[in-house]
């Protein structure tokens, strides 16, 4: 029977066609690093559909076929209450395939960001069929992606304990294995690890504070780890049992972390976000008894916020109090500043950067150590733009609280 059983698995695991080149399953891709696979032209810029979204800042995730992501609608007159929408769509013309719509309020506790409506910010997870979603009050769902049907749900406030965070829920769910990661925060657990067939959890970490920032998986010192960014912490979790392994205190607590954590040679993490204060890059070594972790360097002047940052090379490239930047890994000097490019999401493509600031430019360039060398620059989109744009195939996909558009280069005719 042992040998039968191992034989069935074999057989499934073989059947379940791998993800493709032109997929994008969760937030960041496949590496959570904004680095596409795919090859785009080196002419002009072509607009290849838009369609009409809503509000939401929540980015897009795709298997080649079709795409996902989370809006909102608000009700009449309102700007804490309307309908999160989970929806998919077909990626060559942004057509509705299904929608499945969920009333929220926000919670008691929450306040919306500078006054703005409410709006869903976690970016979907999408793992051999199943996706994941995190929705502005935290509401957790598991939907079928070929269909829309409910598989199961959580309510994390209430099921397991989770703080109300401020500017609502934000942090994006992990795949790992066959499973959903998903940052909890409050009096249960910081991570939990859910079955993404059928939603049952199998292991809730220690309790622990929540924050907007998503985890990550890391091999360090040879061991895969689950790192998490809380409100008043950085946290290494056993992926199999849940266990905590390792924390670092950040120096202040109860502000605004968002930054995914960064990893750097098997053994270092790179981490920002207000409770950092600065930007601080840790090196992180196991002994016999205990992990011991230590600062390399801290440039206490640059702080990452809300917008993606992303390394290449020897460099961290990022966007800091509404200007792009630059940081030297070695040891956390800023090599330059380009203003511009405030509210800047980054996608890497091959030798090129995508860069979508706030205002739905798009810049294609090169980023380098010397500065920004810009190829071509348009404004496609005109409400604001605080989600990174998702490579599929050959288009590129964006969002601004209004619309979604798929974008091509394509080569010049002479």
């Known amino acids: 029977m042992f040998f039968l059983h191992i034989f069935i698995v074999y057989i499934v695991a073989i059947l379940q066609p791998p993800p493709q080149n032109d997929s994008w399953l969760q937030y960041g891709g496949v590496g959570r690093n904004f680095v596409g696979s795919s090859s785009v032209g080196k002419g002009e810029l ?13 980015g897009i995730v795709s298997d080649g076929k079709l795409f996902y992501t989370m809006s909102l609608r608000l009700r009449d007159g309102s700007k804490v209450e309307g309908t999160e929408i989970v ?6 013309s942004g057509k509705i395939v299904w929608e499945k719509a969920t009333t929220v309020k926000m919670l008691k506790g929450q306040e919306s960001f500078s006054g703005d409506p409410i709006r869903p910010q976690a970016t979907p997870a999408l793992h051999r069929g199943s996706l994941c ?5 935290g509401l957790l769902c598991g939907w079928e ?10 309510d994390l406030v209430k099921e397991l304990g989770a703080k109300p965070v401020q500017f609502g829920f934000s942090s994006s769910p992990l795949i790992y294995q066959d499973d959903f990661v998903v940052h909890v925060g409050g009096s249960q657990a910081v991570l939990i690890r859910v079955d993404a067939r059928n939603g049952k959890i199998l292991w809730k970490s220690e309790p622990g504070e929540p924050s907007y920032a998503s985890p990550i998986v890391a091999m360090l010192d040879g061991n895969q780890h689950l790192v998490q960014v809380t409100r008043d912490a950085i946290l290494g979790i056993n992926p199999d049992t849940g266990k905590t392994l390792w924390q670092y205190a950040l120096p202040e607590a109860g502000l605004t972390n968002v930054p995914t954590p960064l990893l750097i040679n098997q053994n270092q993490l790179l981490i920002s976000g207000q409770g950092v204060k600065g930007t601080r890059l840790l090196q992180l070594t196991k002994t016999s008894e205990q992990w011991v972790i230590k600062e390399v360097w801290n440039n206490k002047k640059v702080t990452f916020f809300y917008c993606n940052w992303q390394i290449a090379g020897n460099a961290v490239y990022g966007n800091a109090n509404k200007i792009l ?6 040891d956390g000097t800023e090599l330059w500043r380009e203003r511009g490019f405030a509210e800047t999401n980054l996608l890497k493509m091959g ?10 430019k798009l810049t294609k360039c090169r980023l380098s150590t010397t500065g920004v060398e ?5 404004i496609i989109l005109s409400m604001r733009c605080w989600t990174a744009p998702t490579p599929v195939g050959d288009l590129i996909l964006m969002r601004d609280q209004e619309e979604v558009v798929a974008v091509r280069w394509f080569e010049s005719k002479k």
């Open 46 to 58: 072509s607009i290849v559909w838009r369609q009409p979204l809503g509000l939401g800042t929540s």
């Open 87 to 92: 929806s998919a769509r077909e990626v060559q």
């Open 133 to 137: 979603t995190l929705g502005y009050t």
């Open 145 to 154: 992606a070929s269909s829309g049907k409910l598989l199961w749900q959580y």
């Open 325 to 330: 930047l630059c940081l030297n890994l070695t």
């Open 351 to 360: 030798a090129e950067h995508f860069l979508l600031d706030g205002n739905g």
């Open 374 to 378: 810009k190829m071509a620059s348009q």
